[in-house]
């Protein structure tokens, strides 16, 4: 398989017509469907169902549209680390990071970096601490901001300086509302929204205690925007970090007893990383060293 023909899929797939993609890649249609058949071929599979006005991927297509959104993503990665070798730095670091307050200090990060290297571009994916470690793997991440619990046993990494404070976010009618915190005897009886990690569900149910037996969980996820509208329309809870914005109708009340959690800046241990990549590490270690200096 080639570079090339998977971006003509791509492209195929995201158009749903090939007379549009050929337009668009400025390709006769008779090549481009050429072209695909050629790679149908190649793989053994029929990767779209055609009909006369619109295509649509087969099973085997949704595959590899996902494989070759991965695998082009990496090829172009690489080809701009190797055309950015050159001084003055310039580049492109590619960052993973989930819905948190400690997002703010990679801001001040990112923007203390540029203000040396204004060069340097940052490429930002939003995912939860799993999705992030998912795609370091794959070498579609340089650096990623991860939400504790989380195991990194396979990452270089500096803790940030912020602490994650829990608590829910309940409509502003609810009883629950006009506390200053809630207790896990509070949220025995009321419906909850959990997040979507593993790990994170457990470290907060083993801050229910004996109550974690009987709780009511009516839904899980990880973007605090969908389950915010959720709390909202269904009067239930959602147990959340307090993040530095606002929903229309709701309330943060923190936990009591108090829960918190730390963040990590972590990168895979003993790789080879573009300049621009491995001078952007070294600056994050030397700016955390300066805050928690400061601090101390």
Aim: hydrophobic share 40%.
């Amino acid at each position: 398989m080639e570079i090339r023909v998977l971006k003509y899929f791509l492209m195929v797939a995201r158009e749903e017509n090939i007379t549009k993609a050929a337009n668009l890649l400025h390709l006769t249609q008779p090549t481009l469907s050429r072209q695909l058949m050629q790679l149908e071929e190649e793989l053994g599979v029929t990767l779209f169902l055609r009909s006369k006005h619109r295509i649509i991927l087969t099973e085997d297509g949704m595959l590899l549209r996902r494989r070759a959104e991965e695998i082009v993503t990496l090829a172009e990665k690489t080809k701009n680390d190797f055309q950015h070798k050159q001084e003055p730095l310039a580049g492109t670091v590619t960052i993973g990071s989930g819905e948190l307050r400690s997002s703010r200090f990679l801001t001040q990060l990112i923007t203390s970096f540029q203000k040396e290297n204004p060069l340097v571009s940052f490429k930002i994916y939003s995912g939860n601490s799993d999705n992030i470690k998912e795609r370091i793997e794959r070498g579609l991440l340089d650096v990623g901001l991860l939400q504790d619990p989380v195991d990194i046993t396979k990452y270089s990494f500096v803790r940030t300086p912020i602490r994650e404070h829990w608590g829910i976010m309940v409509r502003e009618d609810s009883d629950l509302a006009s506390k200053s915190s809630v207790t896990p005897e509070d949220l025995s009886d009321v419906p909850l929204i959990m997040p979507e990690r593993e790990n994170v569900q457990n470290e907060l149910l083993h801050w229910f205690g004996s109550y974690a037996e009987n709780l009511h969980i009516i839904a899980s996820g990880n973007l605090l925007y969908n389950l915010a509208s959720l709390a909202r329309d269904s009067g239930s809870c959602v147990l959340t970090l307090k993040l530095d914005c606002t929903y229309e109708g709701l309330v943060f009340v923190p936990l009591s007893p108090k829960f918190e959690t730390g963040t990590v800046l972590v990168w895979k241990k003993a790789q080879i990383f573009s300049p621009v990549a491995a001078a952007f590490i070294d600056h994050s270690k030397t700016y955390i060293s300066g805050i928690v200096q400061d601090l101390t």
